[in-house]
């Protein structure tokens, strides 16, 4: 018996030691489980621990469940093998320009998203973030898609926003993009939507197809009106000091996986998802407004480049991008 028992010892404890991984990335988002980004992150935590044999694991967590955006950037500044899904607005905070990717029509598709990565002004901005401010971008290729207006009265030219109140998240390049196309803001978290939509606190909220499902919107909002006035583009973060950290072939592992999964994210989200959702919305009774001025929406939002003083970046990069007016 002592044999048998002494023998497992050996059998056992090579296995064990063999399944702990080297490297753990704790990876925070704010979305629910159900949303396709998550499915994304998933892919690529399986293809980065199958391709350096189990010795980088990424930990997924969906809903915030490690805490608040703005908190996990701020651990992650400190060094800590954090990684959050996030986006320029927020960078926007450290390094100004960069917010101008999320402002009113920057970029408006694909192609021209995947474009930014080669412009000089960009990979300034991911150096300066990377070694002054300790955040390292792995990845900016994962689009959640367009973001539209949902509220209880048809949209089709900015004067028809005057006097809503729409939600917004709290970084300035949101902000001032919902009030030059015409609205109020008001700044609530997700899960506070509801709630405030149902007492009428709001009139609307600005979001992709793929998170009204989730937040039942559909059942206190009547319209979905296709402004499409900011492609979201997120953008994944983690510690330059903890990447750099990671032997060179796992960094280069990790953001190879990283941006795959995010184009293939992003074209699933956009060449089927959204239709999934908008064609399950239409069934739901919800009134789809196509019919939008959007010449007159591109020229309302201008004004928030300029009240950000940010107007001569977005015509910069636009010329580098080769987009017309």
């Known amino acids: 018996m002592f044999i048998g028992i002494f023998v497992s010892i050996i059998f056992f404890?090579?296995?064990?030691?063999?399944?702990?991984?080297?490297?753990v990335l704790k990876f925070n988002h704010v979305l629910?489980?159900?949303?396709?980004?998550?499915?994304?992150?998933?892919k690529w935590t399986k293809n980065g621990f199958d391709r350096t044999k189990g010795e980088l694991k990424i930990e997924v967590f969906h809903s915030a469940q490690l805490g608040v955006e703005e908190d996990i950037i701020e651990q992650i500044r400190q060094g800590?093998?954090?990684?959050?899904?996030?986006?320029?607005a927020r960078m926007g905070n450290y390094v100004p320009g960069i917010a101008v990717m999320n402002g009113p029509y920057f970029a408006e598709t694909l192609e021209e998203v995947q474009k930014l990565k080669t412009l000089p002004t960009v990979k300034a901005w991911l150096d300066e973030l990377a070694?002054?401010?300790?955040?390292?971008?792995?990845?900016?290729?994962?689009?959640?898609?367009?973001?539209?207006?949902?509220?209880?009265k048809p949209i089709k030219n900015p004067e028809d926003l005057k006097g809503l109140k729409i939600r917004t998240p709290p970084a300035p390049i949101w902000q001032e993009s919902i009030r030059a196309l015409g609205a109020t803001t008001v700044?609530?978290?997700?899960?506070?939507?509801y709630p405030v939509l149902q007492q009428e606190v709001a009139d609307g909220v600005e979001l992709v197809y793929a998170s009204i499902p989730a937040g039942k919107f559909c059942e206190v909002l009547k319209y979905s009106n296709e402004t499409r006035h900011i492609m979201l583009i997120?953008?994944?973060?983690v510690s330059t000091k903890w990447f750099n950290g990671l032997p060179p072939e796992y960094q280069k592992i990790l953001v190879e996986e990283c941006e795959k999964a995010g184009i293939e994210t992003s074209k699933l989200i956009l060449e089927k998802i959204e239709k999934e959702v908008k064609a399950d919305l239409k069934n739901r009774g919800i009134v789809i407004v196509e019919d939008v001025n959007l010449a007159a929406f591109r020229k309302a939002g201008e004004k928030a480049y300029e009240v950000l003083k940010i107007l001569d970046v977005k015509e910069k990069m636009h010329r580098e991008m080769g987009k017309k007016k």
Do not use: C
């Open 80 to 88: 800590a093998n954090f990684g959050q899904n996030t986006d320029s």
């Open 131 to 152: 070694n002054k401010f300790g955040i390292k971008i792995l990845s900016f290729s994962w689009v959640q898609g367009y973001r539209h207006f949902f509220t209880n």
């Open 234 to 237: 997120n953008f994944e973060a």
């Open 13 to 23: 404890v090579p296995v064990t030691l063999a399944q702990q991984p080297k490297y």
């Open 187 to 193: 700044v609530l978290a997700f899960g506070e939507m």
């Open 32 to 42: 629910g489980p159900q949303e396709p980004h998550h499915a994304g992150f998933q």
